[in-house]
């Protein structure tokens, strides 16, 4: 397999005709040119910039209401730093790209991070067909961004492909006081729609490792699978990496 390398740094994909800028500053594209190709296969030509090495790369979407903490988790993902202070909310679309070594194979998530407010969802809609994976979040002290799932889900099924990895991530895990949303429903709800679930949470870094890694596993098995290897499970997965790490029954 040849290895290529990866764009560093943010918001430069050549997907797009222009660079999508940082919604932290608001400065993010209200209206960008959707991506052209989801997944990047080993045999096409690669641009190299300054980067990291990768063997295959994927898209992924995080979407959910504004304010459940998509920004955040992908920088906890990114730096490992969590970004506390006001809230600036997305504006259209921005996305950062990160090689993982999943068994010995370097994955590229490209990581595209949406604006969850109303006006910016025309946006949105352009870049689903795109994408390999989505991670789906609802803030767990928040009862309307997870009642607001279901009409996710929906839009998610229209606009999406048929394959896509969906998982739904209930974010602020760490906020005990305020919780509005038990755990228990965020699991009842992903079984009703047969999607993955966890808790995560931006601030500590809870699971945010997890869910990601989790994503690459599932996009890479599916990509790589050996005729005789059997299919990644991606919940049982999920749930043996949290009971070795004892880090999620509260
Ligand atoms: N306690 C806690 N606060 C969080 C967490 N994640 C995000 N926040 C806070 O929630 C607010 C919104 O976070 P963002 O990541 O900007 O939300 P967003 O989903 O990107 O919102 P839009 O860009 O408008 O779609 C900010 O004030 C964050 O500091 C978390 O895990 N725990
Ligand atoms: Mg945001």
């Not at 969802?121 to 989505?134: G, K, P, Q, W």
């Not at 896509?164 to 005990?176: C, E, I, P, R």
Request: hydrophobic content about 35%; some cysteine.
């Amino acid at each position: 397999m040849s290895r290529k390398k990866a764009v560093k740094g943010r918001g430069s994909s050549k997907s797009p005709k222009s660079s999508p800028s940082s919604g932290r500053t608001g400065k993010g594209l209200a209206a960008a040119a959707a991506p052209s190709s989801g997944l990047v296969y080993p045999s096409r030509p690669s641009i190299s910039n300054s980067g990291e090495f990768y063997d295959i790369a994927f898209k992924v979407m995080l979407v959910g209401d504004s304010g459940v903490g998509k920004t955040c988790l992908l920088v906890r993902f990114k730096d490992g730093a969590f970004l506390a202070g006001s809230f600036i909310s997305t504006v259209g679309i921005d996305f950062r790209n990160k090689v993982m070594s999943i068994d010995a194979v370097k994955v590229k998530l490209q990581i595209w991070d949406t604006a969850g407010q109303e006006r910016f969802r025309s946006v949105t809609h352009a870049y689903y067909r795109d994408a390999n994976a989505l991670l789906l979040l609802y803030d767990v002290t928040n009862k309307a961004s997870f009642d607001n799932i279901r009409a996710w889900l929906t839009e998610i099924h229209e606009y999406a492909q048929q394959d896509v990895v969906v998982m739904l991530l209930g974010n602020k895990a760490d906020s005990t006081h305020d919780r509005a949303v038990k755990r228990e429903e965020g699991e009842k709800l992903a079984k009703e729609f047969g999607v993955p679930f966890m808790e995560t949470s931006a601030k500590s870094g809870l699971n945010v490792e997890l869910a990601f890694t989790a994503v690459a596993k599932e996009l890479k098995h599916r990509t790589m699978k050996e005729p005789d290897e059997p299919k990644f499970q991606l919940q049982e997965y999920v749930n043996k990496e949290m009971r070795t790490a004892g880090c999620c029954r509260s």
